[in-house]
């Protein structure tokens, strides 16, 4: 278990972001660590899959990985028009991340564009396979877009755990409450050799679902929470539309 610092930083701002406007701060009054740092490589291209249970989540793994981390962003953040809109829009487009229209017809193409120039850079791509943020803080069901770019390009994917982050940035909060947050890095999989190895074919859409599904219940180990075999979404339109929780979840 190790807290990192510097870092490899090709983006200016970025980096200032990192290290002087907001990097320190979370590094006080939440004291992010981190387990198998090593797991994620030094250079060239990974595609990190992440639970996803804080806003948050998307500032704290960048402050103890030493190389930058390009997300995709949902387009709301790239169009509003209020003061707060426009803010969000010049940190989302200063720190190089990249908009997804979500829902959309095109949102699938949009994801694999994007994760395409990130990693035919030689960069990481971070994406978070549950698409929105868990309700309750189990791990739920993920989206095979992780798996579709990871099939394509041959990249591994590294699972990465976030605990207690949740805590730290609870739905609905804007700003961070004193909670220590953790991070564990799981063992980088190599896509195709490990569908091939269950007999499928890597182009299938079974093999997407096979890959999709394996990374999320390691990342539901490395957690220590349940597996929920349903799409977080669909949980939330439940919750939303005061039917409570759908059978059996």
Same mark, same amino acid.
């Given at each position: 278990?190790?807290?990192?610092?510097?870092?490899? /930083?090709?983006?200016? #701002? !970025?980096?200032?972001?990192?290290?002087?406007?907001?990097?320190? #701060?979370?590094?006080?009054l939440?004291?992010?660590?981190?387990e198998?740092?090593?797991?994620?490589?030094?250079?060239?291209? =990974?595609?990190?899959?992440?639970?996803?249970?804080?806003?948050?989540?998307?500032? !704290?793994?960048?402050?103890?990985?030493?190389?930058?981390?390009?997300?995709?962003?949902?387009?709301?953040?790239?169009?509003?028009?209020?003061?707060?809109?426009?803010?969000?829009?010049w940190?989302?487009?200063?720190?190089?991340?990249?908009?997804?229209?979500?829902g959309?017809?095109?949102?699938?193409?949009?994801?694999?564009?994007?994760?395409t120039?990130?990693?035919?850079?030689?960069?990481?791509?971070? /994406?978070?396979?549950?698409?929105?943020r868990?309700?309750?803080?189990?791990?739920y069901k993920?989206?095979?877009?992780?798996?579709?770019i =990871?099939?394509?390009?041959?990249?591994?994917?590294?699972?990465?755990?976030?605990?207690?982050?949740?805590?730290?940035?609870?739905?609905?909060? #804007?700003?961070?409450?004193?909670?220590?947050?953790?991070?564990?890095?799981?063992?980088p999989?190599?896509?195709?050799?490990?569908?091939?190895? =269950?007999?499928?074919?890597?182009?299938?859409?079974?093999?997407?679902? !096979?890959?999709?599904?394996?990374?999320?219940?390691?990342? =539901?180990?490395?957690?220590?929470?349940e597996?929920?075999?349903?799409?977080?979404?669909?949980?939330?339109?439940?919750?939303?539309?005061?039917?409570?929780?759908?059978?059996?979840?």
């Open positions: 278990m190790r807290i990192l610092g510097s870092a490899n /930083i090709p983006n200016k #701002w !970025y980096w200032v972001f990192k290290h002087v406007l907001i990097g320190p #701060w979370l590094k006080v939440n004291r992010p660590e981190v198998h740092i090593e797991r994620i490589p030094n250079e060239g291209p =990974a595609i990190l899959a992440s639970n996803h249970q804080a806003v948050m989540d998307s500032f !704290y793994f960048p402050l103890v990985c030493e190389r930058q981390l390009t997300f995709p962003a949902k387009s709301e953040y790239f169009t509003g028009t209020s003061l707060v809109g426009k803010l969000q829009k940190f989302f487009t200063s720190v190089g991340q990249m908009p997804i229209e979500r959309s017809a095109e949102a699938g193409d949009q994801l694999l564009e994007a994760a120039k990130v990693l035919d850079n030689g960069d990481l791509f971070g /994406i978070y396979p549950e698409g929105t868990s309700p309750d803080g189990r791990v993920g989206k095979s877009g992780m798996a579709r =990871a099939l394509l390009s041959g990249v591994d994917v590294i699972p990465v755990a976030m605990i207690d982050t949740r805590k730290a940035n609870p739905i609905g909060s #804007w700003i961070p409450r004193p909670a220590k947050v953790r991070m564990k890095i799981g063992k999989i190599a896509p195709r050799a490990f569908v091939e190895e =269950a007999g499928l074919d890597p182009d299938s859409y079974e093999a997407a679902r !096979y890959l999709t599904d394996h990374v999320m219940h390691v990342l =539901a180990d490395l957690v220590g929470v597996y929920v075999d349903m799409y977080a979404s669909e949980v939330k339109a439940s919750l939303e539309a005061g039917k409570g929780y759908p059978e059996g979840i």
